[in-house]
Each structure stands twice: as structure tokens, then as C-alpha cells.
């Protein structure tokens, strides 16, 4: 075996180790701030049901280990420069059946945001089917959080996102424009 191939198996096998890690680590599963958001939506739609398929918060050094692995696994090196900006990430996603948008009105915990006075809605649309909410909190230069719930017939998404948030924003409209 050469030198090349023992380095590639010794990458694989950290990344293997790292991700073991990622996944043992307390504090790192579980978005309690999510939930409860997902609890009040799922309280204003009598019999309406939600089975979790993600719910997922990563921190600091879990985002760092997130990183090393894309630096590492050659088919993830992409999803590092997205990753670079983040400095905590929270998502949910729920499979939900049962449920009608148009009678779902913001909860009490989106609206707080908004009267905090830090948080600005950037994004709130509806029809009998779906509805998106988008706030995002900025400071003078940039934005540095961003918080997205959307619910439709058959999933509800939410993410909570800090960070340097406006380069991901630009990576993610470049993308969209080369499709």
C-alpha cells in the first residue's frame, strides 16, 4: 500500500471517529427553542399530528468538527465554505399530517422576536396550503441570525441560524443562479 492510499484510509477513519463524536456529545441533539415554536403551531390545529424527522442544534465545536470533516471527505469539501459563517445552528423538521396552514397564526414566540425590537420579519407568506415566516436580526454591518419556519400539508421546516449570515446568503443565491 503507498503513502497516498494509507493517508486517504487515516482521513476516513478520523472522519469516522469525529462523526461517533459529533453524535455522543450531550447538548448537541435536541432544539428546545424549535420545539416550542412547533408545539404552539401544532396547538392551534385540533387533530393535526407530527411525527419528528430532524431536530438537531450544533454549536461551536460540533460546527468545528463539521468542518474538519468537509475539509477531509473530498465530497463535502464544498459544504465547508457554507459552513465557515455559522456559528450555531438549530433545525427541525417534522412530517405532519392533518394540517391546514390557513387557519395557523404567528405564536407568541415569533411575535416576540419581532417586539424585542432586534428581530425584523423579512418574509411572512400564506395560502390555504403553506404558510413561510422569515425574521432575520442584523446589526449596522451584517446579518447575524436568521430564523425561518415554514409549514405546508405534509412538513413543517425550522431553522435557527447565527453567524456571519449574509456571505451564506450570497453562496446561496450564486448556487441558485447556476441552476
Not at 461517533?20 to 435536541?30: F, K, V, W, Y
Not at 404552539?40 to 460546527?63: H, M, N, W, Y
Amino acid at each position: 500500500m503507498n503513502m497516498q492510499t494509507r493517508k486517504s484510509i487515516m482521513k476516513r477513519v478520523v472522519a469516522v471517529f469525529v462523526l461517533a463524536a459529533i453524535a455522543g456529545m450531550p447538548g448537541c441533539l435536541g432544539a428546545p427553542d424549535l420545539a416550542a415554536v412547533r408545539n404552539d403551531i401544532f396547538r392551534q390545529i385540533p387533530g393535526a399530528s407530527c411525527d419528528k424527522e430532524i431536530e438537531l442544534t450544533l454549536g461551536p465545536v460540533a460546527l468545528a468538527l463539521a468542518r474538519v470533516i468537509t475539509a477531509v471527505v473530498p465530497d463535502a469539501r464544498d459544504a465547508g465554505r457554507y459552513l465557515s459563517d455559522l456559528t450555531r445552528v438549530e433545525v427541525g423538521v417534522y412530517n405532519v399530517s392533518e394540517v391546514s396552514a390557513g387557519n395557523v397564526s404567528m405564536p407568541e414566540r415569533l411575535k416576540n422576536l419581532q417586539e424585542d425590537g432586534d428581530w425584523e420579519l423579512a418574509v411572512r407568506a400564506r395560502d390555504d396550503r403553506q404558510f413561510v415566516w422569515v425574521f432575520y436580526r442584523a446589526d449596522e454591518s451584517r446579518v447575524k441570525e436568521i430564523y425561518i419556519v415554514a409549514l405546508d400539508a405534509e412538513e413543517l421546516v425550522m431553522v435557527r441560524a447565527k453567524g456571519r449570515l449574509e456571505r451564506l446568503v450570497g453562496y446561496a443565491l450564486s448556487e441558485c443562479k447556476e441552476i
